[in-house]
């Protein structure tokens, strides 16, 4: 087998973190040209977004705090999904519960690495159309703190190319779902 084409040989494995989200680990990896190092990794369980689009053609999102950044980015609804439940049915509840609407349409725009330098999460993306809006107040979660916003497409974009603090797995799925849009 041609040099870099085999995999790295695991040598120890240390997990320093165990989290309610996720789990930090440390890995020592002797790579194919005999080098060994240590390499960093946050284990994710994965994430389920939704792009909800409503009858008029707006985009459905919440402006979310997001302690990391200490401030508020705008965002498309998702979640982190729970062990043995797959990814739609977790925007499925998602988007229910932090936006007040349910979706009768759903369409998966795909999956992508949301962060592949030091995670294995991936975001399982899906357009939400034909939307209900329920009666019931959004049932966030205790450490949920957002509201909804409605814009359009077209304002969205804007707010992209502006610069706004919009997050990398939204700007994505807007991507993924713009043919449909």
Not at 28 to 33: D, G, H, K, V, W
Not at 110 to 117: E, V
Request: proline fraction near 8%; hydrophobic fraction near 40%; charge should be negative.
């Amino acid at each position: 087998m041609p040099l870099g084409q085999e995999p790295p040989q695991l040598l120890k494995q240390r997990l320093f973190y165990e989290g309610r989200k996720f789990n930090f680990e440390v890995n020592q990896l002797r790579l194919p040209n005999k080098a060994i190092g240590d390499w960093e990794c946050i284990r994710h369980p994965g994430g389920a977004l939704a792009v909800p689009v409503t009858a008029s053609g707006e985009l459905v999102l919440v402006r979310q705090y997001r302690f990391a950044l200490q401030g508020r980015l705008l965002e498309f609804p998702a979640g982190t999904v729970e062990p043995g439940e797959q990814p739609a049915t977790t925007i499925y509840r998602e988007l229910e519960e932090e936006t007040g609407y349910r979706a009768h349409s759903w369409r998966s725009l795909g999956n992508f690495p949301l962060a592949p330098g030091y995670s294995d999460e991936f975001i399982y993306a899906f357009l939400a159309t034909d939307l209900e809006k329920l009666d019931e107040t959004p049932a966030l979660d205790a450490d949920e703190d957002l509201e909804v916003i409605l814009m359009t497409p077209t304002a969205l974009e804007k707010a992209i190319l502006a610069g706004e603090a919009i997050d990398a797995k939204s700007i994505a799925s807007f991507l993924l779902a713009r043919p449909y849009l």
